[in-house]
T-cell receptor, first 112, second 111 residues
Framework: GEDVEQSLFLSVREGDSSVINCTYT??????LYWYKQEPGAGLQLLTY???NMDMKQDQRLTVLLNKKDKHLSLRIADTQTGDSAIYFC????????????WGLGTSLAVNP | DGGITQSPKYLFRKEGQNVTLSCEQN?????MYWYRQDPGQGLRLIYY???????QKGDIAEGYSVSREKKESFPLTVTSAQKNPTAFYLC??????????FGPGTRLTVT
């Protein structure tokens, strides 16, 4: 299977919170990232977390990291229609930070 | 206005022709990357370069070639040897080697 796994689809109502989950396999990963891709566009770096942290908050975004379970989540508070996009989780492995290992992406649909 | 540019946004070629995709950055980043994106397959690394005049193969380099003669530029050539060249191609750059910043992408269609 993939080294980084994400569920493929998530649908939420506008104003609700969205939680996008990701699991990874390499315990030596140093940084974990969340990127957003809108249709036909490149990827936008949303946030990242260093592996010795448990949580990082940035405005509406909260990243939680459970190193024991190798589980990463991205919570988007007060989800808006403009948040509809594909969200990618990625990890950088220790010893070779210049290559990222990518999940397949979670497609978030926000319904009015 | 700093950033990464890729041109053109859409590119059409006939089978058997080589085609070069442009990627330019004015962020003064040392590292640059080329990815291929197909539906349902996420991003796959084609080539990357950590410094001028040096580059390494990624996971799917067969049928592709690159050059890195200038820090700002990392063009990708899709050769006729690439069996399934139709895809969305993304270029990225990085200063530190961990945060990667992406261009808008080029959609290549080969018929």
């Amino acid at each position: 299977g993939e080294d980084v796994e994400q569920s493929l689809f998530l649908s939420v109502r506008e104003g609700d919170s969205s939680v996008i989950n990701c699991t990874y396999t390499d315990s030596s990963s140093t940084y974990l990232y969340w990127y957003k891709q809108e249709p036909g566009a490149g990827l936008q770096l949303l946030t990242y977390i260093f592996s010795n942290m448990d949580m990082k908050q940035d405005q509406r975004l909260t990243v939680l990291l459970n190193k024991k379970d190798k589980h990463l989540s991205l919570r988007i508070a007060d989800t808006q229609t403009g948040d509809s996009a594909i969200y990618f989780c990625a990890e950088s492995r220790g010893g070779n930070n210049r290559k990222l290992i990518w999940g397949l992406g979670t497609s978030l649909a926000v319904n009015p | 206005d700093g950033g990464i540019t890729q041109s053109p946004k859409y590119l059409f070629r006939k089978e058997g022709q080589n085609v070069t995709l442009s990627c330019e950055q004015n962020l003064n980043h040392d590292a640059m990357y080329w990815y291929r994106q197909d539906p349902g397959q996420g991003l796959r690394l084609i080539y990357y370069s950590q410094i001028v005049n040096d580059f390494q193969k990624g996971d799917i380099a067969e049928g592709y070639s690159v050059s890195r003669e200038k820090k700002e530029s990392f063009p990708l050539t899709v050769t006729s040897a690439q069996k399934n060249p139709t895809a969305f191609y993304l270029c990225a750059s990085s200063a530190t080697g961990h945060e990667q910043y992406f261009g808008p992408g080029t959609r290549l269609t080969v018929t």
